[in-house]
């Protein structure tokens, strides 16, 4: 059975950073292409970042660019998102899955959630 499991959230001040992981197991992810998305309180599933099943590519949302990074380390079987310079409006909880196909940016291209990692911004 496969288990996703996200780590690495908490509470920072605006400007602050985090580095999220996303582990799995009954599964290795080398061969799958990843997502992240995250949900605020009272709001839809959105799409935060993608990376390739090799890493050779990535995406993000346009509210991360340039502050948010996804990586991978398939030593580890592991994909990471670092998240700088954060905003209060990044608040909400993180999930990792993997992707099954489809539009990338849409939730139902994904099987597999995990309980997600709180991320909170104070301002």
């Known amino acids: 059975q496969v288990q996703v499991v996200e780590s690495g959230g908490g509470l920072v001040q605006a400007g602050g950073s985090l580095r999220l992981s996303c582990a799995a197991s009954?599964?290795?992810?080398?061969?799958?292409?990843m997502g992240w998305f995250r949900q605020a309180p009272g709001k839809e599933r959105e799409f935060v970042s993608y990376i390739t099943w090799n890493g050779g590519s990535t995406d993000y949302a346009d509210s991360v660019k340039g502050r948010f990074t996804i990586s991978r380390d398939d030593a580890k079987n592991t994909v990471n998102l670092q998240l700088n310079n954060l905003k209060p409006e990044d608040t909400g909880v993180y999930y990792c899955s993997i992707y099954a196909g489809g539009d990338y940016r849409s939730s139902k291209s994904y099987n597999y959630w995990g309980q997600g990692t709180q991320v909170t911004v104070s301002s």
């Open positions: 009954g599964h290795t992810f080398r061969y799958n292409s």
